[in-house]
């Protein structure tokens, strides 16, 4: 049974950091992308950035590019996301997924990020 589950949310204030961590089981980590994408109420689901199997290419949205960082182990079959300078309008719902764009098949039950002042 594939699972990913994400932990490391939380609430913070406005210029504070958090790093995110998705544990995957029930498939081989190393042999797929991985993306963190976010989804605030009301709104759609968001990519925020992926990375590849072997770590060489990270792809940021715009809106967190020089902020948060995506990183993975694939000894330990985890993906990371450090989130730094956080901003109110990164409140969300976060998840990692299995895949990247339309190749994503599987996505975890998510953690909550609250940015709040």
């Known amino acids: 049974e594939v699972q990913l589950v994400e932990s490391g949310g939380g609430m913070v204030r406005p210029g504070g950091s958090l790093r995110l961590s998705c544990i995957a089981s029930?498939?081989?980590?190393?042999?797929?992308?991985m993306t963190w994408v976010r989804q605030a109420p009301g709104e759609g689901p968001e990519w925020i950035a992926m990375i590849n199997r072997g770590s060489l290419l990270m792809h940021y949205k715009e809106s967190v590019k020089g902020r948060f960082t995506i990183s993975r182990d694939n000894a330990k079959n985890t993906t990371y996301l450090q989130m730094d300078s956080l901003k109110l309008e990164d409140t969300a719902r976060y998840h990692c997924?299995?895949?990247w764009g339309v190749g994503i098949d599987f996505r975890g039950p998510g953690t909550q990020v609250t940015v709040s002042s």
């Open positions: 029930g498939f081989t980590f190393e042999d797929y992308d």
């Open positions: 997924a299995r895949g």
